[in-house]
């Protein structure tokens, strides 16, 4: 049963709880690649060319220190490695687990899950709920 869609806080915390399925989704098909969001934004910089750690750091708005610590996450994985002008490039086993974890995304926001499916049902009640009702027409 769902609660009152008039109730004060409603909106936030529905929006909330999708935020929340979303992420922990997201977060879970990482894992299964041993990968994090940071990791991944890292290995999908370094798909498109080779970069040093600054520019990688500026390129995805990550701190220098985030940055660093995907970098050696990453290079123990296997899946990037520094080459002797200290720029980071993406190794074939990067490539294939990018792919994949590309493959995830694309799983994931087109699951169907009894959760998912239950918030688009509230997310499409709520839609319902805050569109006006037509105008009555003038009074003759």
Known sequence: MSPDRNTAGYVPRLLSAAAFVTNRATETSLAELRLTQERTAVLRLLVESPAGEAMI????????????????ALQCCGYITSGPDGLWA??????????S??????????????DVGALRQELHALIQALTPPPADPAPK
């Open 57 to 72: 750091a500026e390129a995805s708005g990550l701190p220098a220190g985030c940055v660093r610590d995907c970098v050696l």
């Open 101 to 114: 974890a590309d493959d995830a995304e694309v799983r994931l926001m087109s699951r169907g899950n009894d």
């Open 90 to 99: 993406v190794t074939p086993s990067g490539a294939k687990i990018q792919a």
